[in-house]
């Protein structure tokens, strides 16, 4: 540590950052990228048809389906398609009798004689749609808190620390700059360490309130696993009784079914539902024991504008059409949880907020990536000195090029994937991921044989091409390309293909920086320099 108090929160600082801050880009620009989750996932999976019919006939559709596909089934769960993901998912939950043993050295399939099954429909036929297997957008949002390869539980303890880490760097970031309103306005270019510290600072106060608020509620979003005591002390044998009773959820539904009888059409408890909730939008619904006399049916309210990530249910009687329940009102504590979980995910954010979380995401990429990059800068100086470079500059140095330059790489080639790996590929999702892996693993290993500035260039032009080539590839490969979707009004679609090409874009613009880019000379070389043209001069 260092004598006095700003100079001891500026070192907490540095090592705060630096220790994680490669896993920090990662889950950075991982989390960003969840913003827009769905859209990447209808991208992935160009086979799904855009929805023309509302949700009522969307739903009557589902449970046709289910009917023909599932009707022994214990329930049925639809969600319903949307402005953003025009797929209609169904998934059911069949009895333990009906359960088919795997035979010997295969694994059950989930689509097969097993417990559960799923299907994703056409909204506007009820037909199963033969679309593409891909994990899409939720790839990147199990990966900023789940990682990959390694156990659920781990990672989250990993991901917790890691946010803990920044939280702190955040704090300490803010004492140790006591002009950062006007750092925020101060940016000198080519002026070496000043410059790459000049754009850490504004990169941080640009999006700051963002930045403490994405950081704190994503530690709030695992609490129970980083505090699970209280929980344990409250409910030591029924863990599950503590989280309905904590996030106002209905009752589970109990009993075995009952005799058969016509259900009323969900269009009728749909709009029922619509009535209590002032025309809230519904998200989906679950038919408990369908076909019988005592079905029961819960529809779950649309997110829509609400902050909080907790919707409200009601259950209704399938055949009567009563109404049995509704969730229970949350008490304080949950709807604080609610909406610091919702302010994490933003999926109240209509799309101009939510190209400003995207943004904000992007700088705070962009804050991580200069804060790493910023310790290599000032440490080399003082490795010239020397005249040898250390162990640990070179490995700062290689860990920059293959996170910085590297996960760009990773996040194209997993795009890439989608389109070029063969359609009826078994374990085709796990495929996807490890193109992203195996791409990453690829940049840092060159890096790390080569950490030097022309591996940047490399890298930031390979991030590039890869990226504005996409529309390219998408173009060849399906036949939903940018000329066909903008014709066809579909701005998901074409949207992304544009995104593209902007990322590819700045990409190579960076590229083109680093290649012309020369160190600025320092002061004993500038006079030595300046001595040596005024000896040429008299002469």
């Given amino acids: 540590m260092k004598n006095g108090f700003r100079q001891s929160m500026a070192w907490l600082h540095t090592w705060t950052g630096l220790l994680v801050g490669w896993v920090l880009l990662l889950i950075f620009m991982a989390g960003t990228a969840s913003y827009y989750r769905e859209e990447i996932s209808r991208w992935m999976r160009p086979e799904l048809p855009r929805s023309t019919v509302g949700a009522d006939q969307a739903a009557a559709n589902a449970l046709a389906f289910l009917r023909q596909k599932a009707p022994q089934a214990e329930s049925w769960n639809v969600s319903l398609p949307d402005a ?7 998934f059911w939950r069949n009895p333990e009798s009906m359960v088919m043993p795997p035979a010997e050295g295969e694994k059950r399939r989930r689509r097969g004689g097993g417990r559960f099954g799923d299907a994703t429909l056409d909204p506007n036929t009820g037909r199963e749609v033969s679309a593409r297997e891909t994990r899409g957008g939720d790839f ?13 539980i781990w990672a989250r303890w990993i991901v917790g620390f890691c946010a803990m880490f920044m939280l702190v760097a955040i704090v300490t970031g803010v ?3 006591k002009k950062i309103f006007k750092d925020f306005f101060t940016f ?13 600072n504004v990169s941080a106060v640009m999006a700051l309130p963002y930045h403490a608020m994405i950081t704190y509620t994503g530690i709030v979003t695992l609490m129970f696993l980083y505090l699970p005591w209280g929980v344990k002390a409250a409910y030591p044998n029924d863990e599950e009784a503590f989280f309905n009773d904590a996030f106002a959820r209905l009752a589970e539904v109990e009993g075995p079914a009952q005799g058969r ?29 369908p076909g019988a006399a005592n079905s029961v049916v819960d529809i779950q309210q649309r997110d829509g504008g609400r902050l909080s990530i907790d919707t409200p249910s009601l259950r209704y009687d399938a055949v009567s ?7 229970p009102q949350a008490g304080g504590a949950t709807r604080t949880r609610g909406v610091m979980y919702g302010l994490h995910l933003a999926r109240f954010a209509d799309w101009g907020l ?47 090029i293959g996170a910085v330059a590297g996960l760009p790489i990773a996040f194209a080639a997993y795009f890439w994937g989608n389109r070029l790996l063969p359609l009826q590929m078994a374990e085709r999702p796990a495929a996807e991921a490890n193109v992203f892996f195996w791409a990453w693993g690829a940049a840092l290993l060159a890096a790390f044989v080569w950490p030097r500035r022309m591996m940047w260039t490399w890298q930031l032009y390979i991030g590039a091409a890869a990226f504005a080539l996409l529309p390219l590839l998408n173009a060849l490969t399906t036949p939903t390309h940018l000329i066909a979707a903008i014709a066809d009004g579909d701005w998901v679609l074409a949207g992304f293909d544009l995104a593209m090409v902007a990322f590819g874009a700045m990409l190579a613009c960076c590229a083109w920086r680093m290649q012309r880019w020369q160190p600025p000379l320092g002061a004993a070389e500038k006079k030595r320099r300046q001595q040596a043209a005024a000896m040429e001069a008299r002469a």
Wanted: hydrophobic share 45%.
């Fill in 84 to 90: 953003r993901n025009p797929a209609m998912r169904t």
């Fill in 140 to 152: 990147f949002y199990r990966l900023h808190f789940d990682l990959h390869y390694i156990p659920v």
């Fill in 175 to 177: 004492i140790t700059h």
């Fill in 188 to 200: 000198r270019p080519e002026k070496g360490l000043r410059s790459w510290l000049d754009f850490h």
């Fill in 261 to 289: 009888a016509a259900p009323l059409p969900i269009q009728q408890l749909l709009d029922s539902a619509r009535r209590h909730w002032d025309g809230a939008e519904v998200a989906g619904f679950v038919v408990y024991r």
């Fill in 321 to 327: 059409g009563a109404l049995l329940g509704a969730s």
């Fill in 354 to 400: 939510r190209a400003l979380f995207f943004l904000s995401g992007l700088v705070g990429c962009l804050m991580v990536a200069s804060g790493v990059v910023l310790w290599a800068v000032k440490e080399r100086p003082r490795h010239a000195k020397a005249g040898r470079t250390g162990f640990g500059l070179r490995l700062v140095d290689a860990l920059n």
